[in-house]
């Protein structure tokens, strides 16, 4: 009998100790720690898409993005978006989220380095990028200074696209031989409460057929995908929230001669500034040396632009994020659905692609033809992305808060901003409205727990696994 089908047939009405919602990075370390931690207690984990050997992109064989139905195997899946990123550990508390506002940032940092040998135990690489030549990164740190920007600290394992599938799948063997039930294929369509004080569960379904799974405890860890349906549900049932952030912008991919320095020296630079006239906080994020420029589709068919880098395939190119944070007040407290109307506007433009433009074209005022990429230095590496306009749709406030920081970077990577430099949109990343919760990370509804990107709390893979590892022990306990 395959695996899959064993889990079909376990399904029927079923009750459990830990019922988690998500099989990404923040659920998984969840139920990791919990067996690490020697925990009787019955697990399981329902994921709407696949396991890591069954998620397969078809653009490998057919060069361009298929809209993958019904979800993206890029983004669903047995540990998420992670399998297919880049792969990267931020091993600084100062990056990947508001968590340590919370627990307290020398508790994160514990946490972190805790979580780091857990990734080591399953076969993270055991370099980390980011370490010694301090001569050269205070010769960083000083452009970055003048530039009106700054550099922050932050060691990175880097895991590789293709490494990170292969220890996330070492992952999935050691939770289902060590009794955690994984249901596959398994969309979570809302929480089951009584008297609206305690959650007791989810209500599941696959093919059409509704169950229920009861827990004495639930753990929603859905990812940055599921945020806007996590916020839906805070309205429902009345959990505890407060507007969350979007961030808004672009990925700008150059040759990798212009960041040869940073790369070298930093692999990634994490750097922040708030460009006038605005003061908007902008930072870069997810940097890919030698890396390649990639599509992801959301289920309402909206298209991001994301990147990601390989161990041993390389290109002539480096990719990064460029983010504007966007902070709401009263009235307006829709804030995913305002970063989606701007992607789904992008996406016009492209008839359904990502949208590229050259930095020297936004500047002129003039879009960018294909015969221009064509005949450029720097070549695209996402090659079915459509050569545009993309100022025809980025908010006047987004897309000046990301010329006047590419400008400033200019300073600190000569040639940063040059006119064939690339830009692609849109690059969103959407944070649930963030939950209000405790330090041991219960919300207002007993019995609910609350996540990983999905919670508003974490940005990235090891915030959100280390927020998972906390969650495992702190339901351990009530065992001891």
């Known amino acids: ?23 990404g990075p923040a659920g998984i370390f969840t139920a990791l720690e919990l067996l690490r931690q020697g925990s009787r207690k019955k697990i399981v984990i329902v994921e709407k898409g696949a396991a890591i050997e069954n998620r397969h992109c078809p653009k490998v064989k057919t060069g361009r993005c298929m809209n993958c139905k019904p979800y993206c195997h890029i983004t669903t899946g047995f540990s998420g978006a992670g399998a297919f990123s880049d792969g990267k550990l931020s091993l600084s508390y100062e990056v990947g989220g508001q968590l340590p506002e919370l627990i307290g940032e020398a508790y994160a940092q514990q946490m972190i380095d805790y979580t780091d040998k857990i990734y080591l135990d399953f076969g993270a690489d055991t370099h980390v990028e980011g370490l010694g030549q301090n001569e050269e990164i205070k010769k960083i740190r000083l452009r970055a200074i003048r530039a009106g920007l700054k550099l922050v600290d932050c060691p990175i394992r880097h895991l590789g696209t293709e490494k990170a599938q292969i220890l996330y799948g070492e992952i999935e063997r050691y939770l289902m031989d060590h009794g955690v039930e994984i249901l596959f294929g398994y969309n979570c369509l809302n929480l089951l409460l009584e008297e609206g004080a305690r959650c007791v569960g989810a209500v599941v379904e696959k093919k059409g057929i509704e169950e229920e799974i009861r827990a004495e405890h639930t753990v929603v860890a859905t990812g940055r995908r599921g945020a806007d349906w996590l916020e839906k549900l805070c309205e429902e049932h009345g959990i505890a929230h407060q507007p969350g952030t979007v961030d808004i912008g672009v990925r700008v991919e150059v ?22 006239p605005f003061k908007d906080k902008v930072r870069t994020f997810c ?37 504007c944070s966007h902070n709401f007040t009263e009235p307006f407290n829709q804030p995913i659905a305002y970063a989606q109307k701007v992607g789904e506007l992008t996406n016009m433009l492209g008839s359904g692609h990502i949208l590229v433009q050259r930095f020297g074209d936004i500047l002129d005022g003039k879009r960018t033809w294909q015969k221009e990429l064509a005949r450029a230095n720097v070549r695209p590496t996402l090659t079915d992305a459509v ?58 509804i007993a019995g609910l727990h609350c996540l990983g990107d999905s919670s508003g709390w974490t940005r990235g893979l090891m915030m959100a696994s280390m927020m998972g590892v906390i969650m495992g022990q702190q339901l351990a306990k009530e065992e001891e």
């Open 1 to 23: 009998m395959g695996r899959n089908a064993y889990y079909e047939e376990t399904v029927r009405s079923m009750k459990t100790d830990v019922l988690i919602v998500g099989a």
């Open 255 to 276: 040759r990798n001669e212009v960041m040869e320095t940073v790369n070298r020296v930093l692999y990634e630079s994490k750097l922040v500034g708030y460009p006038k």
């Open 287 to 323: 940097q890919n040396p030698g890396g390649f420029v990639s599509q992801e589709n959301y289920d309402n068919d909206l298209a991001v632009v994301n990147g990601h880098s390989y161990k041993e395939l390389k290109t002539e190119n480096t990719n990064l994020s460029i983010l």
């Open 387 to 444: 050569a545009g306009d993309i100022t025809a749709a980025m908010p006047y406030r987004a897309m000046t808060n990301i010329i006047h920081f590419m400008q400033a970077m200019d300073e600190v990577v000569p040639g940063f901003a040059g006119p064939e430099t690339l830009l692609y949109s849109p690059e969103l990343k959407f944070y649930s409205n963030r939950i209000k919760m405790n330090p041991s990370l219960q919300t207002n």
